[in-house]
Every structure is written in C-alpha cells, then in structure tokens.
C-alpha cells in the first residue's frame, strides 16, 4: 500500500467537488519582522476567499492566536492553532496540536525553548520536537534547496512519529509552496520524490506571510528594519515577488495541477485538528480555601468575621444587606474563589505590613471592604455591584491591588512561592508600533534622512491619534505630496500597532490550579527571577482566564511612611479606614487648592479645577479625580458639570432613560462606565459591543474599526432623539477615555488615596513633607517643591548633615526659639538620600558608625566608618560637614588630603580608600601641610552648589540674590502677584522654570511654573508666542515674563507677552562659571498622564 | 625649543548661514556634537540632546558627527600646514582632537617673522573659509591655552609664559573633566590661583596631570610632540617671486630643490627612493580647495639614486602620463618643497625591470588596467559589478575599474544568489514581442520578435519578479520565460503585467538570449 492510499477519502472520490482548500501555513505580525499583516487581517482575508480553514503558525510563539482566535470565531472560520517552530539548526515545520492534550505539549515545549535561551529567543531542537510530537501534525517546509541533512531530519521526525496503525493517517507532511521562481516543476518534482521516499505526503500551501499582496512593501521594510538595511541596500534579503499571500481555492488548485492532492489535503487535515482555544477551562487555584469547606462556605465565613471587625458598633443593616446581596451574585456565579486568591494576596501584605489598596469594577463592593481588600467604606459611597460584574458578558470581577512602590517585590515573590513558577506567571504587555517609532523605522529603512524623520516623529506627541494628519506634515515644513513621503506615511501607517516585542505586565499575574505551562508558553522576563506569560491581559480576557493586578504605587509607601512617623511622634495610629473621616479643615484645604504632594489632585490641571469644584465630601473628591481626565475633558464636559454644580445651569436630563445613568453626575457624563452605559443604554449597543468600543478606543490594533463604531453610536443617538450635537461629544468623550479613563471604582479608590494624603498634610505638614520626600521618586513634584510648600505651612527644615541626617528624613523635636513650629511641632530634619548620586549601602554604613558621640572630625569620620572617598565627597559637595566646623570647600579639602598623594582622582579613588598602605589616618596629626589659600565661597555660590547637590537649597533662593536688580527693572515678585489689585493688569514676573508642560489638551499651549524666592508663578504661553520665543521658552533656565494677570477665585496666571531669557544673569552667582546645574523639569505632552496612576 | 604654533581648526563648519548641527548617538538618544554659530544663538549648546535642540530651533539642519571626515579634515589642514614647517602634530584627544601644533622654530624667519606668519597663516584659513584661532608660545601647552582662552593671534613674548596665563581659567591647562570639576568645587578658576600656591598639598589631592600639565604649559616639563609624518630625511624648500604655472617651470624648480637634497644625500653616501615634490598653489578665495592647496607629486625608484637629472626626467614622465589637470591651479604655484622620504645606502644595482608572464600578483591586473586606460582613456574601461537586486537590468552595474576594484572587493558574483538561469546577453532594452500563451501565465507557444516567427518547442517559468516599489517607476510585476524555439535557439521572454480584472492588458518583451 502506497502511503498516498492513506488519504483518499474513505467515501470514495466525490463528484465534481467545489474545491476547497485550507492555508495550513500562514504568519501573523507575531512573526516578528516577518509577517506583514495582523492575525484579524489574515483571518478575514482567508473567510472573505472562502477558504475551508486557516493555520496561524508563528515563529516558536503562541503570542497572537488569542487574537486570532477571537476574529476567526467572529467571522465563523475554523483556525487551527499552532507555531511554526524553528530549530537552532534551521528545520522549520509548523506543528497543530490536534487535541487539548497536544497542545499543552506544544506549550511546555515553547516553553522549554523559552526557558532555555536568552528573552526574546527560543531554542528548540528536532530532539525536542520528537519529544513532544504526540497529538500533533507537522507540516515541514523544505529549504531553498533540498539538501541531505533536509532529508535526514525530515525522515527522523516521520520515522519518530510513524503511526504503529497500519490505517491510522500520518503526521508528518511536506509542504509544496508554488514558489515562481522559474524551476517550479523541477522543485515540485524533487519534492515528490522525497515524499515518496520519506513517506510524507505534500500539502499544498502559500507560506503566508501577508494577507494581501498589497502588504509586499511592508514585509520589505520589515526585512530592512531586521536586517538594520536601507531598501536599496536590502537586496536578496527581499523576495523576488509578492506571492507569499493568502489564495483562494480555485487558484491553488490551478498553481497545484500537478498535485492535486496536495491541495485536497489541506482540508482533510484539518478536519483532523478538532483543538480550539476555547478548551482552555479556567479553574481558581485551591490553595486560599481550606480543605473541607467549600469556597462560598468559606468566603461567606471571612466576610462575616471581618465584617464584625470593620463594624465594632454592628454592621449597618443597609450595609449588610448588600453583603448579602453581593455573596449571593457571587455564588450563583462561582466567583468565591477569586475573592478568597485576591484576600490572600491582600492578607499576606497586611501581615508583613505592607500598605495595599484594591480597586477595579469588584473592588468597591460591601464584600472586598469587610475582606479588607478596599478602605472605601459602602456606606460612604454608593457603587452598583452588580453593575461590574456582569453576568451574560460572563467576564470574571476585575480587583487590582496596589502596593507600597518599594515593597510589591515581595508581594510577588510570595505569589511565585505559593503558587510554583509552573502555575503562576505575569502577563506579556504587546509593545506595538507607535506612531514615532514606526515612522522612524521606515524612514531609517526608506533612506529618509535622519533629518525628515525627526521632523515627521517630531509631529507626534505622546498618546497620539493613529495617523499622520497632513496638516501635521505640512507644520514640519514638509510636503505632503512628495512621493517619497507618501510612501513612507502610508508605510508607517501600515506598521502603526504591529507588536514590536512582548514585555512584561506591570503586575497581571496569572495564577493556575494545573500547570500553567499547558496552557501557554512561559518565557523569561528581563527582570532576573521573573517569568512571563506570551499572552497580554486582553488575551487573557478574551479567554475568560483570570488574573490579579500587583500593582506598585508610590503613594501607598508615602502615606505608610506617614502613618508610621505620626505613630512614632505623635502616638496616633491610624490606617487607611481608621483616618478620621470627612474633616471639613481638609477640604477646606484642598479648595484652596492647597494640594502640594497630596495623591492625584496635586497637578497643576487638578489644582486649577480644585477651587472650582470646591470638594465638600468624599463623592465630591471621586469627581474630582475622574473630571481631569483626557476623557471628560475631550468631550466637554468639565464646563457643564462646573456650571450645573454652581446652580449656574438647571440640571436637567437629556432623556428619561438616561436619569438613573447620569443621576449621580448632574447630567454629565463624566465616567468611563457612564460612557458606556450611554452607548447602551442611548446608542443602542449591546453591553457585548459597548465593551468592544472600549478596546477598540484602547488600543491601536482596531484604528480601522473606530468609524465604524462612531456611525453605529452617533445614528443610534439620533435614532432615538438626541441631540446631535450631545452625541457628537459623548463620542469623543469615549475616545478620550481609550487608555486614560477611569470608571467611578478606581475613581473612588483613588479619592480615598486624595483624602488620606491631605488628611495627613493638613494636620501634619511636616510628617507628609519627610514621608514624601523619603518616598521619592513619586507623584509630582520635588523635593525643592516640598521643602518650599511645608515651609509656607509653618514647617522648619533642617540641612543635612553627617552627624545629625539619617539615610531617609527624619522628625527632630523643635527648638524653642523656632519660631514657626507651634506647640511640640516637629521640624524635619533632611535625610542623605536628598544627596544626588549619594549611594544608600554606603552612607548608611557611615551612619551607623556614627554612634551616639557623633563625629568630631574627617579624620576621625574617615577612621571610623570606612567611608570611601566618593562618599565623603558628595557629603562635602552637598555641605553636610558644617556641625564638624566646615564648610563644603573646607571639608572637601580636607578629604583630598586624607589619603596623601597616594589617592587618585577618578573612579581609582574609592578602590584605593582601605588599602593597608595608608598609615597616614594614624601619622596624620603628625604631618604638617603647607598651607593654601582657597577663595572664601559666597552665599551666592553656596546656593549654586547646593541646588546641583541636593537640588534645592535652605540658604536662600537663587532669585533673592537678584531681587534689587529686578526691582529696579520693575519686576514684582510672585507673592506681588497674588495681590487681588493687580488681576487683570499687566506686570513682569521673573524666576527659575520649575516645570514645562504641554498637555496633550490644551492644542499647543505651554505652561510653565517659575519659582522666585516668594513663591511659584504659572505662566500661559499661547502657541503664537511660543513659536516667537520658541528658543526662550524652551532653553531658559531663568526668565522673566511679562503679560497680564489673570484670575480665576484663587487660580491665577500670567498670560505671556514677552519672555526674556535671564539665564546668563545665574552665572553671576558663581563669578563667571557654571550657570545654575539645575534644569527644569520637562513634562512633555502626555507624559503626565502616564505620571498618574492608570489602570494596566 | 624657541616657539610653538597652535592652530585650532574652528568649531564652526564652514557654511555659517542657517543653524545647523552635527551629532553623535549620546546617553537618551543622539546629542549635539558640534554646532555653527547660527545654532548656538539659537540656544543650542553642545552635548545637548536632539531633541531638546529641535524643541528650541525648528528648522534645524542635522546632521550625523563624521568623526573620519573630520579627522580626514584635519589631516590635509595638517599636510597644507608642512609649507610653515616641516614638523607638524595633531592634537590628541586631551587636546580636543580638532587643531594643530606646528614646531615654528626656526621657520618664522622664512615668512617675515611671528607676526607676520600669523597673519599669513590667519588669511589663508579665512580665505579657505575658516574661523582660525591661532597663537605662538614658547610650549605646546601655553600656545593651545592662549589659542583657546586669548584673543586670536595672540603672541607670547619669549620666556613670559607664566605671565600670560595667569589669568586665563583652568581648563586653559587642558585637564581632565575630573580634575577640572575638583578645581571648580574648591573655587579655584584662574590659573594663576594655582600658580603661587605650595606644591605639595596639589600634588596630594590632584592627580600628577594638573601640576604636569601646568609645568608643560610653563616650559618646566617638555611636551614630545608626534609629527603627522615622521620629517623627512632630507629637505629643501623653495618661494618664487612669482607664480609658476608649466610644467617646465616645476621641473626647473624640481630640479634646483633636488641640487639641493643632493648635496646633502651625498654628504651621507646616501640616494632617494622614495620622494615627495609638494607644490603649494596660491590659493583662491572663492573656491577653497579640498586639499588645502597641497598638489603632491609621488616618486618611487626602484633603486637609491641622488642624480637630479635622472629623477627631473623620471618626474617630468610622470608629470607628462599624469596630464595638464596634474598640475590644474587657477593662480599658480608660489612654493615647492622636496622631502625625500626614504633613503638607502647608494651601492646597489640597478634591477632590470621585466613581466614574468606567470606571476600571480593581483597588481598586475591594477597594472594591465592602468595601462589600457593611458592609452584608450580614462572611462574606456569598464568592469561588470554585480548589485543585489531581482530585477534583471538593475542586478549589474558597469563601472569604471580603478576605484571599484578597491571598493567592491566585497561585491563580488555569487553563485548563491537567489535568482534563476540569467541570459549571457541582456539586451540593453526589452523589444517587445507579439506572444501567443495561455493565460493567466502559461508560457510562449509561439512568438514574432524583430518580425521572425518563433514556435516554442520548450518552456520553463513563470519566474516572477515585482519591481522595485521604492523606485516607483510605474513597473508592472513580470513573469520570465527561459523558451527553445523549435531551431533550438533559446531566449528569455517576460510578461510585464499580470492578468488582474482592471488592470491593463499585459504586454510581452524579449530581454536577452541564451547561447
């Protein structure tokens, strides 16, 4: 019996059959640098040619079939999952699991390739391949040319994999790809003949790598961009022709009428692969739940217990009701177990005390409060539970945890341990083309000079839009009808949202009950000791597999540092719920705008719309933190809630249906889920389709998709009578939310956040300055800023200094003669670490050998602790010397003549510190060294060295040195120009840039913060006078500004009319030498958002 | 050592009209590495990143740092500087890397003295547009300082060193980054801070660079200079009253400078094998020269000789192979030099010079070439090339040998290369042909081209090649045809276009034929 004989169907031949074939090899973008086309491309391509099925095989990776899967089950096509899998030695075959325990195979086995090579590589062998052959078909793709080891590989793998049936179908496949090369029916001839003698029949396929030959482009810039080539040096790295795409039956069939069965096999394989992605079952891991007691029995119990705790008084009946409401939804829909993984993750945190916030649609329910899981207590705040967790969508609840930033480590540490490295794994983050880097990368390979392809990339900003507007183009001077620019937009266009690389997740972490490595490929993290999963969290959503979010925020450890201290000094314990609640002083605070360092409301945007909004209560803060978003702010809705909040506008309704959405909010959506509730409940969009809006807006993948959403939401709108005009914002409104939304929970766990850091910073400056400070880097603002705003509320401030500094900031008690430290204040004593470059290890060694007499002298110092020359140093750069007597030059002199000449400038220094041959600590006093006369320094020069050592300065601000001079100028200072009488007049204000800033919102507009020694200045700068002062504005260290005051209640800004550099002015300060080493913090468009905390 | 001349080459590149800088990949992306003063009022400054340069500059011209070019640069500003001295030294790295030490002793005389062979030297780089910034002390390291951190020009009176530098800043001494920051964090800025101070507690703190370098710069340590090229054996050097133009002219002058080394060689028992006539050019303004106004004139002999006549016959056949563009300059030249390079005993014989058929060498390729080229001229020659692409005119480029063959060494024919049979004759242009095939791509049955009919008795193919699209030329995809017409001649056919529904009938072209 011939092997061909295996295959004919065993119905006999039929009848004039309509032909049918199915694309067994075809690449998606996840080829990285290879496939020229997105998996939902390939899969709409292969439905619209009616092919039988198609077979996404990537390059040793699953990373894209989620998403493949996702498309194919939406336009009814049947994939076949698989990888195309690449050994070390080049043989290349694609391989299908054909049943679920198959394709756990072909997972561990990625995985095992994964584990074993550097990231972002995978070695496997034919060895490897054998191993785990099992359940799977192979389609092997021969080489260029056909070669004796081609032959011996191919005739292991058949061999290995032979079926022991005599009647059972082969495995093992050799695939024939029409390759026009002008040998065709020599190549197919050869091939036939190692079939035959292998015993591996030929399918028929295109080795696709592209869904339509328009891609061809694209897969040659692909190539450049791999090889690292211009195009026209690409040369024979390029194909010859564009046929490596997707065909339709009629026409494989007429390329394959030589081997008609080759083509008449496709699809007899894969009726064989009956596997789906949608056999991957989901299932809580047992450990949270003890043995014996069922998940809801046991969470029910938890929930009762701690509700006892949170309630000391008796639960509140309302609030009980809810928990029984809540527990019931949880059961019915077998949620208990995530509840119980997500309580132990938050239990393990409060035992090793580490701060931690849970938040996310499930986080803000009755349950999570008495788990301890959220501080936001129920009966403060009203949020729909069963609102989040929908039952028909069938999504599991969705709880992300934050963490103190310094401590998630061991958070996740303890996750790995519990749970194995085999089951538990973070999620990939796809890092796609953006649109800077896609057209950087075509530019580089078109041959576009360096020069054009930063002008271009130069056009966008942060979280852009997807494409290359031509007004955009012309800006740059650049002419949008240039072909060759053309071709390069239109490219980079196509690149936009192909992935890149896979990354790690922030915090997803993916927890299994069997091994997670069957159910896809681990691989390693670029961290040591991290491991990750190919798939990214939409993946893992689109499955229904479940994951918690270990977040890291910074604030988390501020305000735990500042519970501690108060603690510590004050004897008050607190905790996030234990905070005293709703304090009037505190809000009072925050309407003031008075929110230096307070969480989320500290940006310049928040603190303009904090005396506007005037918080009352805790909701009041919920809106505060969600209305200065990209979301609400694109579609306008700030002014309508301020003007409704202010009875300057009725609240009204646009429609009856619309009440119960927008009740809470006045009228105005201003809420990730009340956009979306819009689209249901006014656009008529299933939930189903409402969520597929939201991802579409988040990500780049679907740009083709939006428009279509938008006629489907603004029709629907119409439809059922609304404005057109409230439509058209609504819509926008969603398209700012994309990535930057925030639905009411997060919101609301975050307004907790807000009140508990002011909380802390009304009653307690001087703890929140040295927690924050301790913390850093974080949040908004410096340490300079800091410093400055907890002197204005009264705080006294220490210098650093070696005998009294500990690494972190410390609370000193007051002296009596302190004047602003009311009765047993504390004053901040500044930590080393304010010290630039200063490493921790180190100086805390120097600390410790400080013991409790102090040091009296360097020479002594330097004995005792072992400091290394390099520390000394920057403690004498940073002037911490002075309860030793010595100012910074002096100490630093001292230092250089410690080690005699045997010590070496440069990085020799610290190494040489402890060599045995230094008896001068001992013989020191003995020596006697000719004296030198070193330049007495000025205060001026003081201030300098301590703003480029510790980045501000307790002496006194650069700017007072200049004060008379600029008074003679007529330039007023900042605490002048707070005076109510000079509103709406014009004036000149003068300090140091603190901070430049463009917001992605505000169409071009700079704003930027100056600081003179009475206070800070916001300054306007329109895009006309921008461009005029292009180099000022952006270049300026020092600059005075003249405009008019404008003042909106407490908001107050100076509109720039001219700008005038002061810069070279600093270099007097010095004499003649470096001008002030401090640069001001740039905060280009967007990047503030990314600053605040988003949800991942 | 009487004097030291410093000569920095100019931060600005020489078209000073829009901002333009150069950069070098940095820390967070590509930094500026140097700018034109245009930039610089733009607020740009060195070693600032691109992108903040772009922020404050928006028609910015960048471009990439070519560290070779500028080394190149600085090396022909070194060979047009031989016609001051013969010892010429490239700043090294601690020097900045962009100037040059000229050793001037003893050669000011020759240019009317210090002053004026500032002046001089001044006016030529401005003619040759560039900023100068020029000094003369009695030390490298005072001259480099003064050069930098003085007025242009500046003269140090012999033996006033200390004097002249007391005021200029610290890194006039050209000290390492560190020790300069260390001097600065203790308040030191000026020289002359340091100058009168005890030695010891420096020499304690500092590294031995900063009181070397201070004792360079003041003469009490020497400072070896490393000349471009090593001075020559033997020397003479030559100024005319006027400029001289032909070549009898230099072959005169030649012939007087060889008189000259001559009588030195023979002093020593010694003959010239290898020579240099270098023939500085009066410079124009307008169009300054790429090699500073240096034409050198290279002779090797194949044994020592010190017979004038022998070597102004051997420079004039030279000069005559060479051409009139040899010696092209719009005002003439206004000095010579003849430095003999190498030199050997003068006791061998002469060694007959004579082609072994069978050598090996691969000169003697470079040498048949040279020849054909004297005499067919120069373009008459050409060597096919192979270039990497699919599409069959673009795969090989003629090109005239001399420089390809250094150049393309790596380029060479491969058999590997991904393409299918290729004919031995391309025709310089496709020539259509009216074709009878099966569509959509079945090959020729038959075909009439330059009007003879042709029955296709075999056929292979298609091979399938899309245009280059980058090029966008319009080009259709083409299907290649290697055919046998029935008398067993074989051609190479192709389809430009494929049956597509909407796009235009394909048509046939003939491109090449087989043996």
């Known amino acids: 019996m011939t092997p061909r004989a295996h295959l004919s169907p065993p119905g006999g031949r039929p009848s004039a059959p309509a032909p049918a074939f199915a694309e067994l090899v075809a690449a998606s973008n996840f080829s990285f640098l290879e496939g020229a086309s997105h998996a939902q491309e390939m899969v709409l391509q292969a439905a619209h040619l009616g092919l039988a099925a198609l077979g996404i095989a990537d390059r040793n990776t699953l990373a894209g079939v989620v998403r493949a899967h996702v498309a194919a089950k939406e336009a009814g096509l049947k994939l076949l999952v698989g990888a195309r899998l690449v050994t070390r030695d080049g043989f290349e075959t694609a391989c299908y699991p054909t049943d679920r325990k198959a394709y756990g195979r072909l997972t561990r086995l990625l995985t095992l390739g994964n584990r074993r090579a550097p990231k972002g590589e995978c070695h496997i062998d034919l060895d490897d391949i054998i191993a785990h052959a099992q359940g799977q078909i192979f389609i092997v793709l021969p080489p260029r040319t056909l070669t004796a080891a081609f032959e011996a590989q191919l005739a292991r793998l058949t061999d290995a994999t032979a079926p022991t049936a005599q009647r059972a179908p082969p495995s093992v496949f050799l695939a024939y790809t029409p390759g026009f090369d002008g040998h065709e029916r020599q190549r197919l001839g050869s091939l036939q003949v190692l079939a035959e003698k292998v015993r591996t029949p030929l399918v028929a396929t295109n080795d696709a790598l592209f869904h339509h030959p328009d891609r061809k482009p694209l897969a040659d810039v692909l190539v450049c961009i791999r090889e690292k080539c211009a195009i026209a040096q690409a040369g024979y790295r390029l194909a010859a022709h564009a046929e490596r795409h997707l065909k339709p039956p009629e026409e494989m069939l007429r390329l394959c009428v030589r081997c008609p069965e080759a083509v008449r096999r496709t699809t007899q394989i894969a009726d064989r692969i009956t596997f789906s992605l949608d056999e991957l079952r989901y299932e809580y891991p047992d450990e949270p739940c003890p ?139 796809v890092i796609h083309y953006r649109p800077k880097m896609a057209i950087r990368e075509v530019g580089k390979a078109l041959g576009l000079t360096e020069d054009v392809t930063a002008a271009l990339s130069g056009l966008v900003w942060g979280y852009g839009e997807g494409a290359f507007p031509e007004t955009h183009v012309r800006e740059a001077g650049l002419d949008p009808d240039n072909p060759e620019l053309r071709q390069a937009l239109l490219l980079a266009n196509q690149l936009l949202g192909f992935p890149r690389h896979l990354s790690q997740h922030v915090g997803g972490f993916v927890l299994t009950r069997e091994r997670l490595d069957e159910t896809v490929p681990i691989l390693n993290a670029s961290m040591p000791d991290r491991t990750n999963i190919e798939w990214d969290k939409d993946d893992i959503d689109a499955l229904g597999i479940l994951k918690v979010d270990v977040l890291a925020l910074g604030m988390l450890s501020a305000i735990r540092r500042s519970l501690d201290l108060i603690a510590l000094h004050y004897g008050h314990r607190y905790d996030l719920a234990t905070v005293p609640k709703e304090d009037a002083q505190v809000y009072a605070m925050l309407s003031r705008a008075d929110s230096v360092g307070v969480f989320q409301v500290e940006s310049r945007a928040q603190m303009s719309m904090l005396p506007r909004l005037k ?209 047993g204040r504390c004053a901040v004593r500044l930590g080393l ?76 220094r610290s190494g040489q510190a402890r060599a045995p041959i230094f008896a001068r600590p001992e013989t020191g006093d003995l020596f006697q060294e000719a004296g030198v006369a070193l330049p007495r320094t000025t205060l001026g020069e003081h201030v300098v060295e301590d703003y480029s050592a510790l980045g501000l ?135 503030w958002h990314n600053k605040s905390r988003d949800f991942h | 050592m009487r004097s030291q001349a410093a000569a920095a080459a100019p931060d600005d590149p020489v078209d000073a009209g829009r901002p333009l800088v150069l950069v070098a990949p940095g820390k967070g992306g590509p930094r500026v590495a140097s700018l034109n003063r245009a930039a610089r009022e733009g607020g740009i400054a060195s070693g600032e990143l691109l992108s903040n340069a772009r922020a404050k500059v928006l028609d910015l011209q960048v471009r990439d740092w070519d560290t070779q070019a500028d080394a190149d640069a600085l090396r022909r500003l070194a060979a047009w500087a031989l016609r001051y001295a013969p010892t010429v030294a490239l700043y090294d790295g601690a020097s900045g890397a962009d100037g040059l030490f000229l050793e001037i002793t003893g050669c000011a005389h020759l240019f009317g003295g210090e002053v004026a062979m500032l002046d001089d ?26 050069s930098h951190h003085a007025a242009c020009g500046t003269i140090a009176p012999s033996g006033a060193q200390a004097q002249m530098l007391q005021g200029l800043p610290l890194a006039a001494l050209r000290l390492p980054a560190e020790a300069l920051s260390l001097l600065q964090r203790l308040g030191l800025k000026r020289i002359g801070e340091i100058m009168g101070q005890p030695r010891a507690p420096f020499a304690a703190r500092f590294e031995a660079a900063l009181l070397g370098r201070l004792d360079q710069a003041l003469g009490r340590t020497p400072e070896p200079l490393v000349p471009v090229s090593p001075p020559p054996r033997y020397h003479a050097r030559a100024s005319f009253m006027e ?40 410079q124009s303004k307008s169009a300054p020269d790429d090699d500073h106004g240096v034409t050198p004139l290279d002779i090797g002999l194949a044994a020592p000789s010190r017979d004038p006549a022998h070597i102004t016959r051997l420079m004039g056949l030279k000069l005559e192979r060479l051409g009139e563009r040899a010696l092209a300059t719009d005002f003439g030249f206004e000095a010579a030099a003849l430095h003999v390079r190498v030199a050997e005993p003068l006791t061998g014989h002469q060694v007959a010079l004579r082609l072994d058929e069978r050598q090996t060498d691969p000169h003697a390729v470079t040498g048949l070439v040279d020849r054909l080229r004297q005499r067919l001229g ?22 005239t040998p001399a420089p390809a063959l250094a150049q393309e060494a790596s380029e060479a024919w491969r058999a590997d290369f991904p393409v299918g049979p290729r004919p031995p004759l391309l025709l310089p242009q496709p020539e259509t042909a009216d074709v009878i095939a099966l569509i959509p791509d079945g090959p020729p049955r038959q075909f009439r081209w330059r009007g003879v009919l042709h029955h296709v008795s075999h ?17 259709r995809t083409r299907d290649y045809y290697l055919v046998e017409d029935t008398s067993g001649r074989r051609f190479w056919l192709y389809r430009a276009g494929l049956f597509e529904p909407d796009a235009p009938q394909p048509a046939w072209y003939v491109h090449g034929v087989f043996a």
């Open chain 1, 291 to 429: 043995p014996g007691k069922s998940p809801q029995e046991h969470l029910e119990e938890l929930t009762r217990t701690h509700a006892r705790a949170r309630y000391p008084d008796g639960v509140p009946a309302h609030v009980q009701a809810l928990i029984d409401k809540e527990l019931a939804l949880i059961g019915s829909l077998g949620y208990a177990r995530y509840f119980l993984t997500v309580y132990d993750v938050v239990r393990f945190a409060r035992s090793r005390d580490i701060l931690c916030q849970g938040r996310g649609s499930a986080a803000n329910s009755a349950v999570c409060y008495c788990l301890g899981i959220t501080s936001v207590d129920p009966a403060q705040i009203d949020l729909l539970f069963e609102r989040f967790i929908s039952a028909d969508r069938g999504e599991p609840p969705d709880i992300d945890v934050d963490f103190e930033h310094e401590r998630r480590e061991e958070v996740i540490q303890y996750l790995y341990s519990r749970y194995g490295r085999e089951r538990a794994a973070i999620c990939a983050t």
């Open chain 1, 615 to 823: 918080p009352a209560c805790f909701y009041d803060l919920v809106i505060e933190v969600a209305i200065v978003r990209p979301g609400p702010i694109q579609g306008d809705m700030v002014h309508p809630y301020l003007r409704r909040r202010d009875g300057l506008e009725p609240v009204s309704f646009p429609s009856q249906e619309l009440q119960s959405v927008l009740g809470k909010t006045l009228g105005v959506p201003l809420f990730q889920e009340q956009a979306m509730q819009i689209a249901i409940v006014a656009a008529g969009f299933t939930p189903d389709e409402a969520d597929k809006l939201r991802r579409a807006m988040a990500t780049f993948r679907h740009v083709g998709t939006i428009h279509t959403f938008r006629e489907k939401f603004i029709n629907g709108m119409l439809a059922r009578g609304y404005a057109g005009e409230f439509a058209e914002r609504c819509f926008s409104q969603i398209e700012g939310f994309g990535e930057y939304g925030f639905p009411e929970s997060h919101a609301a766990s975050f307004a907790l956040l807000v009140y508990v850091s002011a909380w802390i910073k009304c009653f307690y400056p001087e703890v929140f300055c040295a927690a924050l400070i301790n913390s850093q880097p974080m949040g908004f603002y410096q340490p300079a800023q800091l410093v400055r705003d907890a002197r204005e509320h009264g705080v006294e401030i220490r210098p650093p200094d070696v005998n009294a500094s500990d690494w972190d900031c410390t609370l000193e008690p007051a002296t009596r003669r302190n004047a602003g430290g009311e009765d």
């Open chain 1, 833 to 908: 670490r304010i010290v630039s470059g200063l490493a921790e290890e180190a100086t805390r060694t120097t600390i410790l050998a400080r013991r409790d007499d102090g040091y009296t002298d360097i020479t002594g110092l330097w004995r005792r602790s072992g400091a290394s020359a390099s520390v000394l140093e920057q403690l004498a750069d940073a002037d911490a010397f002075r309860s030793l007597g010595l100012d910074r030059r002096e100490a630093l002199w001292a230092i250089r003549g410690l080690e005699g000449g045997t010590l070496q400038t440069g990085h020799k």
């Open chain 1, 953 to 1087: 300065s307790l002496k006194a601000h650069p700017v007072s040195f200049f004060r008379d001079t600029l008074r003679r100028q007529g330039i007023i200072s900042a605490a002048e120009h707070w005076d109510e009488r000079r509103a709406g007049r014009r004036a000149t204000v003068a300090g140091l840039v603190l901070v430049r800033q463009r917001p992605g919102t505000a169409k071009g507009v700079i704003f930027l913060t100056l600081e003179d020694e009475t206070g800070v200045v916001n300054v306007v700068v329109w895009p006309k006078m921008f461009e005029r002062h292009r180099r000022v504005v952006m270049g300026a260290h020092f600059l005075a500004v003249r405009g008019k005051i404008e003042r909106h209640g407490l908001v107050i800004h100076i509109i720039a009319e001219s700008l005038t550099d002061l810069t070279p002015q600093l270099s007097r300060l010095t004499a003649g030498h470096e001008p002030l080493a401090h640069a001001p913090k740039d905060v280009r468009e967007g990047s």
């Open chain 2, 121 to 146: 030297m001044r006016a030529r780089l401005k003619a040759a547009g560039l900023a100068p910034r020029l000094a003369i002390a009695d030390t490298s390291g005072a001259a480099w300082a003064l």
């Open chain 2, 243 to 282: 400029p001289i133009f032909s070549v009898e002219h230099v072959l005169v002058a030649a012939d007087r400078l060889l008189h000259d080394v001559a009588a030195q060689m023979l002093r020593d028992g010694a003959g010239a094998r290898v020579l240099q006539l270098l023939l500085f050019r009066v």
């Open chain 2, 378 to 399: 120069a373009g008459a020659v050409r060597v096919l090339v192979p270039r990497q692409s699919h599409v069959p005119e673009l795969s090989e480029a003629a090109v």
């Open chain 2, 459 to 475: 056929a292979s193919g298609p091979e399938r090649i899309t245009p280059e699209w980058w090029r966008r030329t319009g080009d």
